[in-house]
């Protein structure tokens, strides 16, 4: 199949270009792209007028939780799929903290199978680094890259014990294998609901300081020097952090950072009504930390935007914001929370796909992500400037839990094409 789009607005984080252009597909990949006049159509060729709209590579979603197997009630492969082409997410990589974790191949096989089935989407699974995600026992990283594992994490759990975590990067470096941890000083950060300072104590609420995030990753940067592993922060949202990033970077660590949009456009005061949908992990933090974390992000310090999309049913969110369970449903509303930094003028188009698409494919040895010739043609077409107040009730997701309910917010997908197939819109 061969498609042609004119007149559309294209968003190229490669060559960090936003200008007029045309992009030609055939059979699944781009043929062809230029910024000038559009070529006529080839014969046979479907002609899609972008009518002056967005189009740029389709989002590449580190840290996705799909609740299969285990907690289907909250989300489904078929429902995270659908969810993430309405929100121009063109591959999902999905995490293992499911209920049992998926740490065998087995489960793994499982999760493939029944994504491949109902998802519209790509599916990349990642497996958990340790048995359980319990911190004491290495799963068989190698068996486990067989049956398609692309990264390992033991996600929002920090493997305490140094020891079992250097093996485990060790022998990940052996397989050339990605590890993606969470940079958290275990002991400081257990049981936290907020950002240590003066709202959380008018709040009452049970808090962390932020020098935790710094200490948990000074850690890993350590044992990064020991082993050489390849390694993704999946959360850096503090301004202490960055410098430790900045010079693991300069010393020539193969490490790379991600944030979530959460900590991009919210702050720890937006829980003030103990709205549980604002509960997060880590927590919120100050508004000078979420400057410093999108500054970082048009720098290029920090890599790659995610959405941690998060499900979690009515009754884990209704109750009291310390017993309340963290995460947020973000496949939909990813791309237009995003836009908020573009028209907040604190990032451009290009430097936002960069982070959202280029980056993370890059990381994960992907050839999408790009508005280049021979790519997968895996798109977003979006209006940038659509004014919508987000509904919860109107997600695709099975959860609802979005702290950007009732929100007033601009961006709204037009379509989304996976390998040149429409799959939205």
Request: net charge negative; charged share 25%; glycine share 8%.
């Amino acid at each position: 199949m061969t498609t042609l789009f004119t007149n559309a607005r294209l968003i190229d984080p490669e060559g960090d270009r936003d200008a007029p252009g045309w992009l030609l597909l055939k059979d699944g990949v781009i043929a062809d792209v230029g910024f000038d006049a559009a070529p006529d159509a080839p014969d046979g060729a479907a002609l899609v007028d972008c009518a002056g709209k967005c189009l740029a590579p389709g989002i590449v979603d580190i840290g996705v939780k799909v609740c299969e197997p285990g907690e289907r009630h909250k989300e489904s492969y078929r429902s995270a799929g659908l969810a993430a082409a309405a929100g121009g997410v063109t591959t999902m990589v999905t995490r293992p903290d499911t209920l049992p974790a998926i740490d065998t191949p087995e489960v793994l096989e499982f999760v493939r199978r029944r994504a491949n089935e109902v998802a519209p989407v790509n599916v990349l699974p990642m497996a958990a680094l340790t048995k359980g995600r319990a911190g004491r026992e290495m799963t068989e990283l190698g068996f486990l890259m067989d049956a398609g594992a692309v990264a390992f994490t033991d996600c929002d759990r920090v493997i305490a014990d140094t020891k079992v975590f250097s093996r485990a990067l060790t022998y990940a470096k052996a397989l050339g294998a990605l590890t993606i941890a969470h940079v958290q000083e275990p002991g400081l950060s257990a049981g936290a609901a907020a950002t240590s300072g003066k709202f959380a104590t008018l709040r009452g609420l049970s808090s962390v300081t932020p020098m935790a995030e710094r200490m948990g990753l000074d850690r890993d940067i350590a044992l990064l020097e020991m082993t050489g592993a390849a390694y993704h922060a999946d959360q850096i949202t503090t301004a202490r952090a960055l410098p430790a990033l900045e010079r693991a970077k300069a010393n020539g660590i193969n490490i790379t950072a991600g944030t979530s949009i959460h900590h991009l456009t919210l702050n720890t005061l937006d829980v003030a009504d103990y709205r549980t949908f604002f509960k997060v992990k880590p927590p919120l933090r100050d508004e000078e930390d979420r400057m410093a974390t999108v500054e970082a992000i048009g720098t290029g310090l920090i890599d790659i935007i995610s959405s941690m999309h998060t499900p979690q049913d009515e009754e884990s969110k209704r109750l009291p914001f310390e017993e309340a369970a963290s995460g947020a449903v973000a496949l939909q509303t990813l791309l237009p929370a995003a836009l908020r930094l573009y028209h907040a003028d604190n990032l451009s188009l290009p430097q936002l796909f960069r982070a959202l698409s280029m980056n993370p494919a890059k990381r994960l040895g992907l050839a999408s992500g790009r508005l280049a010739k021979g790519a997968p043609a895996d798109l977003v077409l979006f209006d940038a400037h659509a004014p919508l107040i987000l509904d919860r009730f109107a997600l695709l997701s099975k959860s609802k839990n979005t702290p950007f309910d009732g929100a007033r917010m601009q961006g709204k997908v037009l379509a989304t094409y996976v390998a040149g197939e429409r799959v939205f819109g």
